[in-house]
């Protein structure tokens, strides 16, 4: 019954993230806007600043009265006017005028430069020594500088930061687009799997991953919602993916690597109404048993259980499609920082599959060293005591020690 | 009556900063506290692993029985039994003794050692064949290898990630003991500043820096609480600051960039029982309007009102008090990662100030070029479009093109 199915490589896995569609988007006042992503290209309302304005103090002339204009040879200009500050001009330069202006002022009609104070002497109440030779639009910000109308400000997809915030408020929105935040189900399995709670027998482990993924959810900008332990049997497990899905745009099913407990996962997804499996297994380690199911709109995802494995397949696969929901590009790593290192020791690799190593950082006298954290270190010391990773591609045999690496680093 | 006082560098109040005291903290369910500042250092709770654990499928031996040992040469040991995964080995090795053990089993006492599974034989139910020369601690994780008891796992003022959150989770702690996010009164004044709902007349502006000032308040881990407009009159802000100190801990006025309002800001925050005037004016651009009153366990700061101003003032000055009241360093730019670029056009800068120019960042074959957005740009997109700060030295007079810089990029 159940389908044949190769592992996939992970480009194949993001190549199927990127057609799923946005979620619904939802407006919300903009102090609570901050990290949210804009689910509409925001464009100017009107030109900005909307008007030419002055950069410097001094006086706003026509350019071509100045042509020539030098301190061993100025022009003589009369003076028209005073722009005042935060005022529309009621007045326009005709040939051989010029107006006082400061910085931030809005240019007369007829005036296209501005000559910096500096650059000037007032000989009389009406005569202006113009020490300059001025092109058009010298020390002037043009009407559209800033942007034109219907420009596009912040594209669609745009996480908003402090910045934009600013930017919209400026504009006068005080309400903003936004995705809606995927909801994502999180269940934990393994009949070996307990309560944190609890306190472990011989061979038991506390449930890590719902806390770790809840975290993982939210700062990927998500809604996490922790479902708790369920028994790796069908009926347990298909009666938690079908209450998680009432809820839920996305389930993650953590534990179970082994092939039994994999196999039952897959299956239990499938069982649903319209279900598509796309993906089981991809050569890539560690998240070799990833698992995706697709059922009427709702992303069932398979994870393993063991915790550095299932943080960093999120990573690679539950980040992108929640950002996809969110209407950005299925990419993983997008919120790492990158380094580029030097790598300590040799890292060996299997090819045919893409690999993941964690790496600590240190300093050198010739820049950071990227020093791999393998097997011996245990999971608790691996996670907290590295600082990123980096991959050694699927045709690769490994890297050697002082090899040039690139680290992403955790967020 | 105002005190003479000197323009500070930014290490000077840095340095008061750093003498800050630590808000008090909390208990959080886990669910509740990524991205939250653990308030003391989490030890290990008792020795991780807590056993000596193989690391490989095999046998379990004391090691000196192999010394010599080799694929020419092999020891023949004894069949003690068999490890069982997750319990505790009933039995102990005597010399010339081993045991089968797989990986993550418990070593049974007498054993300090395992030998792949690949370079052993059975010869029969009670005679194992070893081809390899072990030394002690050969493929074991030691009961310690993880962390002994007290060890400190996280120190306290660090932010929880996922990972650290997984890690409390695995030691059973389902509550945390973290800082209390310090509340921040934001306050803008000038009588140019209008709401952000009406449409400005010329020269007036709306009110950015609320909207902004929030979200920076946000994701430096503080609480925003927003107080809206008040006018520039001695008595209206000196209502609206007492109104803030009793809510808050830190107050935020920013606007009047002129020196009339800012001496008048200095006023009203020197007017509070037992305040101190720490700094007024500091020796960098932007940012040399700032103003810090300490009154009475509050920090009372007056901030430019220009947005580009205010904000790269914000994360000179202010993220750095949050992060002190949340028990960590008092640093600025801790949040933003760090690029290695070419500066792509001059900066110049006046000798005797720190200077921080916003620069976007382009690729090019020989790597990441930082190009200057300078003034001619609108506050608008050379917030939005720039990428980053680079920092010119207070005794410097400006970078030339082609100069190495380090370029901090907004979170």
């Known amino acids: 019954m ?33 990290g949210r992503v804009l ?14 304005r002055s950069t410097m103090d001094g006086y706003a002339v026509r350019a ?7 301190e061993t040879s100025p022009a003589y200009l009369e003076l028209a006017g005073q722009v005042l ?6 007045f326009s330069l005709q040939p051989g005028q010029c107006a006082k202006i400061g910085t931030g002022g809005m240019l007369p009609a007829g005036a296209d430069a501005v000559v910096m104070v500096e650059q000037t002497r007032s000989l009389d109440p009406t005569t202006v020594e113009i020490a300059a030779s001025m092109a058009p639009g010298g020390h002037v910000m043009g009407r559209t500088d800033d942007a034109a109308a219907g420009d596009v400000l912040l ?10 915030i600013g930017l919209l408020a400026a504009l006068g929105f005080e309400r903003v687009e936004v995705q809606k935040r995927p909801p994502v189900g999180i269940l934990s399995t393994g009949d070996e799997v307990i309560p944190v709670s609890q306190t472990p027998k011989p061979g038991q482990v506390r449930d890590v991953n719902t806390h770790t993924l809840s975290s993982l959810i939210i700062e990927a900008g998500g809604k996490a919602a922790p479902l708790g332990l369920v028994g790796d049997d069908r009926e347990a497990l298909t009666k938690a993916v079908a209450a998680s899905m009432e809820q839920n745009r996305i389930t993650l099913l953590s534990g179970g690597s082994s ?10 997804f499938s069982s649903f109404d319209g279900a598509k499996l796309l993906v089981h297994g991809v050569g890539v380690s560690p998240g070799k048993p990833f698992i995706w199911v697709q059922a009427g709109g709702h992303q069932l995802l398979g994870l393993p259980g063991q915790v550095a494995s299932c943080m960093i397949s999120f990573y690679l696969f539950v980040e992108p499609v929640i950002q996809r929901l969110l209407g950005r590009k299925a990419e993983a790593f997008t919120r790492f920082g990158r380094l580029k290192a030097v790598l300590g020791r040799p890292a060996p690799s299997a090819p045919g599959r893409e690999e993941y190593i964690r790496v600590r950082i240190e300093d050198s006298d010739s820049g950071p060293v990227a020093q791999p954290v393998f097997a011996k270190s245990g999971l608790l010391t691996s996670l907290i005591n590295s600082q990123g990773l980096i991959k050694i591609p699927v045709e690769s045999e490994g890297l050697y020690a002082g090899d040039q690496v690139e680290v992403f680093l955790f967020p």
Chains 1, 2 share one sequence.
């Open 2 to 34: 159940k389908p044949f199915f190769n592992v996939l490589s992970v480009e194949q896995v993001h190549a199927f993230t990127q057609q799923l569609e946005p979620l619904a988007s939802t407006i919300l006042p903009l102090v609570q806007a901050g």
């Open 64 to 70: 071509r009265d100045t042509f020539g204009a030098s």
């Open 259 to 268: 092939v039994g407990v994999r196999d039952l996962t897959a299956d239990v």
């Open 39 to 52: 689910a509409a290209d925001f464009k100017a309302p009107g030109d900005l600043p909307g008007f030419d």
């Open 85 to 90: 500050m935060g005022q529309e001009p009621d």
């Open 155 to 164: 594209p669609a997809g745009h996480r908003l930061r402090p910045q934009d």
